[in-house]
């Protein structure tokens, strides 16, 4: 198979996921074509296409890491701040933003862990092996990560509901 074609097979999947790691779709789409630059250039290295998804993936989260990097030092400086995280189309716009902003404040390792498990629908043994970590591990992340992201959202929630307006999160 071709990029291309491999590609097609898995390109919901890794857009979504890129927007939920970069933070915005638009954040999430230019994360994406630089992971598919540095992709097609490496492709043909690829020894198993089988594994095309996951090294994607993989490609993304590193660019996503390395562009991380440089938005921290841009925000030491006073530059710009990151986005907030792509919405979902089953909750209201309001719901979107707690949601979008509770995971903001999960640790990136569960973070990618949830986006992995309940966005992309990967199975546990998936998670693991994306994470390089043990199946017990990503079952440890997704349970934190689930209990902080629902804590966090409830904060949210009652942040809002005393103010009686939307709750802004910090640049």
Same mark, same amino acid.
């Given at each position: /198979? ?5 590609? #097609?097979?898995?390109?919901?999947? @890794? $857009? ?8 915005? &779709? ?5 994360? %994406? *074509?630089?992971?598919?630059? +540095?992709?097609? #250039? ?28 440089? *938005? ?26 707690? @949601?979008? /902003? =509770? ?15 309940? $966005?992309?629908? /990967?199975?546990? &043994?998936?998670?693991?092996?994306? *994470? ?11 349970? +934190?990560?689930?209990? #902080?992201? +629902?804590? =966090?959202? *409830?904060? %949210? ?9 939307? @709750?802004?999160?910090?640049?």
């Amino acid at each position: /198979m071709d990029f291309e074609q491999l590609l #097609k097979a898995c390109y919901n999947d @890794v $857009v979504r996921y890129s927007r939920a790691m970069a933070g915005s &779709a638009v954040d999430g789409d230019d994360l %994406l *074509q630089d992971a598919l630059i +540095r992709a097609w #250039k490496g492709f043909p290295r690829l020894n198993d296409p089988d594994r095309f998804k996951f090294w994607l993936l993989k490609i993304i989260k590193n660019t996503h890491f390395s562009r991380s990097r440089l *938005q921290w030092a841009k925000r030491m400086f006073g530059l710009e701040a990151a986005g907030d995280l792509p919405s979902t189309d089953v909750l209201p716009y309001e719901e979107k933003e707690l @949601v979008r /902003m =509770a995971l903001k404040r999960l640790p990136e390792a569960q973070r990618e862990a949830l986006i992995l498990f309940e $966005v992309l629908n /990967m199975s546990i &043994a998936e998670v693991a092996m994306q *994470q390089k970590i043990t199946n017990s591990a990503a079952k440890s992340r997704l349970a +934190r990560g689930r209990i #902080k992201l +629902r804590e =966090a959202y *409830q904060a %949210l929630s009652n942040m809002e509901a005393r103010h009686g307006a939307r @709750v802004v999160q910090p640049g």
